[in-house]
Each structure stands twice: as C-alpha cells, then as structure tokens.
C-alpha cells in the first residue's frame, strides 16, 4: 500500500499537470488525462486507488460526481435555450431518446451487454462533452449556425444524459432488490420526487437568503458547496445514487435564479470542477487493470461502430427532418459526437454498485466507457475540419475580431473594423462599459471572458485576433497570455505599458504582442484622442498607392495591423515581413492625415476603384 498523501499529491499533480499541457498544445485535455491515468496505475502502479484509498473510494467517487453534474446542471439557462434553433430543441426532445433507445439494441444484441448494463450504459452515452467540442469548434471554424446547434447541444444534453442514466440506473438497482413491481415504482417515484422537489425547495431557499444579503459573500461559495454535498447525501438515504438527480436540479435551479453573485459563485465552482475532474479522472483511469483492458473484444469495437456510424447519425437525421439545417449540416451533426468527462465518471460510479447487486457485467461500463471516449475525441478531433472542408460548410467570413475592453479607444477602433466588413465582439465584465458599444449598434457579451461560461456561451470560433483593451495592463497580459496558445502570439494584441526592459521581453514572448511600439495603456491612447485630436484611421493600398507610401507620408501615425483583400489578417508581428499589398486595408492610430489617401468605405474583402482621400 502507497502512502496515501503521497498518493493524493501524485494524483493532482498529474492532473493538473495534464491540464496545463492540454492548454498549451491545445491537445483535449481528457486525452492526457486517459494517458496520465494508464501511466499511473496499469502501466506502473504507481497508483492503485483500490488498495490506497479502500473503503473510502467510493465515496470520493460519487461526491465529485455528483458536484460534477451539478456544474453541468449550472449551464442549463431556460432564457438561453428558448432563443436557440429548433435543431436544438429537436436534439434534446427527440434525438437524445431516441440515442438512448437505439443504443440499448445495439450494446444488448452487438456488444452483448445485460439489458440492465445496456440500458444504463446507453442512458450515460447521450451526452456528448462541452469541454470537448468548445475547442473543436474553434480550430474548425464552421459556420455560426452549425457550431451553435453543436455547441448547444453539448451544453443542454449534458445533464439530460446523466439523468436518463441516472433514472435507468435506480430501476435497475430497485429490480435486483427482488421487491413487488408496485413497491419497485412506488420506491423510484419516491426517490425521484425527494431528488427534485427536495433539490428545488434547498437551492431556492438558498438563492431568497443569497439575494436578501443574508450571507456575506465570503460565504456563499462554501455554503454552496456544504449545501450540494447536504442535498446529495439527504437524497442518496432515499434510494442509492438518487442523489445525482438532486445535483443536476440544484445545478439549473441556481443556474435560472438571476443572482447578482452568480458569476462569482461559477467562477468558485469552475476552480472545483477543474481539479475534481482531473483528480476523479486519474482514479478512474487509474482503477482500470490490464485483466480490464484485455477484456475488451471484437464486440465492443463492433459496437462502438455501431454507436458512431448508425445510432448516432440515424438519431440526428430523424430528428432534424424539417429545421434549419441543411442535409449536409445534418450529416456532419449526425457525426460529431465526443464523449467527455461525464460519460467516464458516471459509469465509473455504477460500474461497482451494477457488480453489488449482481450484474457482473457491470464491470465492463468502466473499461468500454473509456473506450467510447478516447476514439471519439481522437476520430472526431481530427476529422471535424475535413470533413466540414469535404462537405462544404466550411465558414467563409473573414476571422472577426475580438476586442475585450470597452472604451473610447476601442469603441474608435470597432467602429472603423464594423465599416470594413469585419466581424466583431466586444466584452467587458463591466455592464455601464457596454452601453455605449450597445447604443452604437456593436456586438456585445457582458461577463468575465476568461470563465467556463464564456467558453460555453461564446461562439469564439468565429474570431481569430484579440484585443485586450481595457484599463487594466495586468489583465490585459492576463487575458493574452489565455488566448495566446490558441490564437498564436502573432495574432493577440494588448494595450499597457512597461518600463523595465525585461518585463519587455517577458510579454511578448509570454503574453502576445504590444499593439502600440512604443507601448501605450488604454488611459494614454484616450489621453491622445482627446488632448491631440488622434483617431483610428483606415486606407486601403493599391498599385499606385502601396504600403512603403503610406509609411513615408504617415510617419506620424502608428500602424496597428492590416486586413488582406480577401479578408486575412495581417499581422504586425511578421517584423520586415509585413508589407500588405494591394486591395489590403491599413488601420493606423495618430493625428488625422495631412494629406489625401484612398478613402475605404466598402467590405476589404471587396475591391475597389476610387480617388485618393482620407478616412479619419
């Protein structure tokens, strides 16, 4: 037996450590999690969660489950749900079951499962994880309407899955017990009834005592916490595992509560969620033994084709017949499908108890379920972009631009980019900051741009370049180094200032590039447009009026970046390699221009014919 804190500190830095490589390769953060696990415990037994942690297992199991699926329940906004496609609402209405129903044939009659493991097993595979198709949809830049059906989808049947799951689950458990079919219902009702109104009745009270200022907010995160293990435990008496259902229904009940502290309580949750999926994920991967692995047949594989080429597709095709979406969207809908966190910890959880009451098979949910997740992340991950390449609905909107700060400066500078065509989004965490953005007709997102929700929320695939604008350096460089890995260095731009020359060096190689050289903070650009008359200004190159030109004759002005004819960003930091040519679109920051240049009032990604003049 390991020392057990030894054992405790390896699982989290293993955890962590595979996140923080999943956000610096942008490789999914579940496959190093899959490979940190096997590494720890079949391959070196350097974990063994069974005999380091024994009786005690179980519990840390399902308490992080369940507050697990009580963040996925946090996600569920009815306001945001009834504003999405109808695609939507006909995944979650009709796909989801129909998944589930079709699944359970195919893991019963091809993968050989018990009806009861089947049924279970298939309830856990509806979900399809956020955290998994969030960067997918970045790097494949589809369409907005496509990638938000995927993105929606992942979000809302997220917690719908694991209760299907659940609900299979607590009839299966009740059926082993022997009992009349009348005390079998009668027992599940019970179970289901105390799980939601119970679930509803506490976290309402909570929001009414949060929202009257009867707890200082020190305390609300950790009377939140003490309140979700209360409700999971008061619940779980009831029936086994019942107590999943009351954490998925605190979860959207808190979510639909409008509490002015609800940012803050996400932003508490997300820390936890992170290191308890991380943890929970290395247990479990680590639990698996090489008897596990070596049980896996042909027939899993034949069912996990199944499950990717007929259940899953058949069940989208169904239920999209007559919305939006065109029949290839459909078809590549019908094919995205990775499997995350959820699914694992979830069989993980019933795997045990299925073996308790006499379902040996229930042992083979831990092992297939892993399966199920590293194909599709892997099969999945990197097919999405060619075969939205192949099936032609690839977006073709020029990247937009992603400005987080709004300001004087900024709201310049959106200005000018709505003008040429360029898609925008500004965000503030401040909500008097946007009312100007919004006055002026600019797309806006009021909250915190680094948090889960804004991943979940945001399609942020639709913008390549970022502008961290706001009066804030330090957040600035924050908010760039976030987005930096993903973006790349070159295409992530901040306002601030620094004086010392290594924290010169240390920013642009950690935290994107300086928009202004020499560097300006948001309070001195607004100082120049007020105090010197200073604007953002655009023009567009030609044959006769090139880049070199431009740079003689505005020597007073700060080149920011430039838009190619057919809508590429250009950035600044090609250094000598950064000479846009003809049909490009300059945008420059400095005192309005003495001379005439080309006027630009057209989309860049158009061509155009006119004299020369100035657009200040």
Do not use: C
């Not at 799951?165 to 009702?189: C, H, N, R």
């Not at 509803?200 to 929202?211: E, H, V």
């Not at 998925?248 to 509560?257: E, H, R």
């Not at 970046?561 to 590429?568: E, I, L, N, R, S």
Request: net charge neutral.
């Amino acid at each position: 037996m390991h020392d057990t804190v030894t054992t405790i500190a390896l699982i989290g830095t293993l955890g962590i450590g595979a996140q923080w490589i999943a956000w610096r390769t942008q490789i999914p953060a579940i496959v190093l999690l899959l490979l940190a696990g096997l590494l720890a415990g079949p391959a070196t037994g350097l974990v063994n969660p069974a005999g380091d942690f024994g009786d005690l297992l179980k519990p840390f199991v399902a308490l992080a489950v369940a507050i697990i699926l009580f963040e996925g329940g946090m996600t569920l906004n009815f306001a945001e749900i009834r504003g999405t496609a109808k695609a939507v609402r006909r995944i979650i209405i009709f796909a989801a079951p129909l998944v589930w129903v079709l699944g359970s044939l195919a893991a019963h009659y091809i993968g050989g499962l018990s009806w009861p493991s089947a049924i279970v097993f298939s309830g856990i595979m509806v979900v399809t994880g956020p955290t998994v198709i969030m960067p997918l949809l970045r790097q494949a830049k589809l369409p907005s309407r496509t990638a938000s059906v995927l993105r929606w989808e992942a979000i809302v049947v997220d917690p719908i899955g694991a209760l299907f799951a659940v609900i299979a689950f607590e009839v299966v458990v009740a059926l082993s017990s022997g009992d009349p079919a009348s005390a079998i219902a009668l027992q599940v009702l019970l179970a289901l009834l105390v799980g939601v109104i119970g679930g509803f009745l506490l976290t309402r009270l909570l929001a009414i005592a949060f929202a009257r200022g009867l707890v200082p907010d020190y305390l609300k995160a950790p009377i939140l916490l003490v309140a979700v293990l209360a409700g999971y435990a008061a619940t779980d008496a009831v029936l086994a595992e019942a107590g999943l259902v009351t954490m998925t229904v605190m979860g959207i009940v808190l979510a639909n509560a409008k509490l002015a502290s609800f940012t803050d309580l996400r932003r508490f949750k997300e820390i936890m969620t992170v290191i308890l999926v991380s943890g929970l994920f290395i247990v479990l991967t680590a639990s698996i033994t090489v008897a596990d692995i070596a049980s896996l047949s042909w027939r899993d594989g034949a069912y996990l084709v199944v499950l990717l080429f007929v259940v899953r597709p058949v069940a989208i095709l169904l239920a999209t017949i007559g919305t939006e979406l065109s029949l290839r969207e459909r078809l590549l809908v019908g094919w995205i499908a990775p499997r995350g966190v959820v699914a694992v910890a979830v069989s993980g959880l019933f795997a045990g108890t299925l073996v308790q009451v006499g379902i040996e098979d229930g042992a083979r949910l831990a092992p297939l379920a892993f399966l199920v997740v590293l194909v599709t992340v892997i099969l999945h991950g990197f097919s999405l972009k060619p075969l939205a390449r192949m099936l032609g609905i690839t977006s073709d909107e020029p990247d937009g631009f992603l400005i987080v700060g709004a300001n004087k400066f900024s709201l310049a500078l959106a200005e000018k980019l709505k003008a040429s065509g360029l898609p925008l989004l500004i965000v503030d965490r401040n909500r008097s900051r946007l009312f100007d953005a919004r006055q002026a007709g600019f797309p806006t997102y009021y909250g915190e741009i680094l948090s889960e929700a804004a991943e979940h929320h945001l399609d942020l695939s639709r913008y390549g370049t970022l502008l961290a604008t706001t009066d804030n350096d330090a957040y600035n460089a924050l908010v760039s180094t976030d987005f930096g890995p993903e973006l790349g260095r070159s295409r992530v731009f901040r306002l601030g200032r620094e004086e010392r020359r290594e924290a010169e060096e240390f920013s642009t190689t950690v935290s994107g590039q300086k928009l202004f050289k020499p560097s300006l903070s948001e309070t001195e650009a607004e100082a120049r447009m007020l105090a010197d008359g200073w604007t953002i200004q655009r023009t567009k190159l030609s044959d006769a009026y090139t880049f070199d030109t431009l740079k003689e004759q505005r020597e007073d002005a700060q080149i920011l970046f430039a838009v190619g004819a057919k809508g590429g960003f250009i950035s600044p930091a090609l250094g000598s390699q950064f000479k846009p040519g003809a049909g490009a679109t300059v945008f420059l920051f400095g005192p309005p221009p003495q001379k005439a240049e080309p006027e630009t009032t057209t989309p860049a990604s158009q061509e155009q014919d006119s004299p020369d003049s100035a657009d200040t």
